[in-house]
């Protein structure tokens, strides 16, 4: 679905930025000026909010929230849990939940698509990476890094994002052990 977003927005708009936003996250007025005023299509090309995921934890018991903000390190993507609120800084990867992205970028990666991907299919894909399954999210942050552009958060610019899970007496076991 992301890839004919993107191919859509390129082929059917004249316009410079595209934000991409999950239909699980809520962007308030606030949140969307902050984004807005953060991006630059030099230096800031790529702007993300600060969304959070939640991965099983304990035996999958319980979601642990993490920030789809990520440094690349010699183990994978790992998330940076400590970060300066309401500051913008650059960063490796982010997740797609809620990006900004400038025209430019997405117009590099069509260019130089991989042929077996085409113009059309060359934005996201997911698959592995030295033995070691990557998202889709984050391997369209590594290209985009591997292209030349940087990639940016603004942690003021902070959107929840609704989860559901099934509670059983488990949960309840590994919270009174």
Known sequence: MRNRVVK???DNTD???LLMIDCDEQLTTEAFDLLIN?????????VSGLVF?????????????LPAI???SPEGFLPLHRYDKNSVFEID???????????SVLEKM??????NQGPDWCWFWDGPIEGK????????????RQLGFPIHVNTGAVLPHEKSYWLSEEHHDAWHR
């Open 8 to 10: 859509a927005f390129l």
């Open 15 to 17: 316009s410079d930025w």
């Open 38 to 46: 953060t991006a630059h299509d030099k230096e800031r090309p790529v």
């Open 53 to 65: 995921a939640a991965f099983d934890a304990h035996k999958h018991l319980y979601p642990k929230p």
């Open 70 to 72: 990520f440094q690349d």
């Open 93 to 103: 990867a982010c997740g797609t939940g809620c990006v900004l992205i400038h025209r």
């Open 110 to 115: 069509r260019e130089m698509a991989d042929p």
């Open 133 to 144: 399954w990557v998202s889709e999210d984050l391997l369209f942050s590594r290209r985009i």
